[in-house]
Nanobody
Framework: VQLQACGGGLVQSGGSLRLSCAASGRTFSSKAMGWYRQAPGKQRELVAGITSGGTTNYADPVKDRFTISRDNAKNTVYLQMNSLKPEDTAVYFC????????????????WGQGTQVTVSS
């Protein structure tokens, strides 16, 4: 059972990236899924979460710039990131667990490997 994330990279400030995270080995269609990020020297923080039914939750710094979505048939969650800023630079981790879009860390059942997002100024 694993979560495989991809889509990170280097982008200029104001640019866009789309992250994808596919689950394999079991279905997470009934679980909340989402994304956390961790910048150097900082704690891991929630970026966005989405319930199985599509209810979403965003951290304040990314509201109106990032959009989370999921395709339950493909067992995949996406994060569309627009208007990227240098402060968005971090390793982004996908996660699955719980049922609420808050995606509380202690309820996470499975973490994916991180994907690096670097935004240059």
């Amino acid at each position: 059972v694993q979560l495989q994330a991809c889509g990170g990279g280097l982008v200029q400030s104001g640019g866009s990236l789309r992250l994808s995270c596919a689950a394999s080995g079991r279905t997470f269609s009934s679980k909340a899924m989402g994304w956390y990020r961790q910048a150097p020297g900082k704690q891991r923080e929630l970026v966005a979460g989405i319930t199985s039914g599509g209810t979403t939750n965003y951290a304040d710094p990314v509201k109106d710039r990032f959009t989370i979505s999921r395709d339950n048939a493909k067992n995949t969650v996406y994060l569309q990131m627009n208007s990227l800023k240098p402060e968005d630079t971090a390793v982004y981790f996908c996660a699955a667990g719980g049922i609420r879009a808050a995606l509380t860390a202690h309820l996470i059942k499975l973490w994916g490997q991180g994907t690096q997002v670097t935004v240059s100024s």
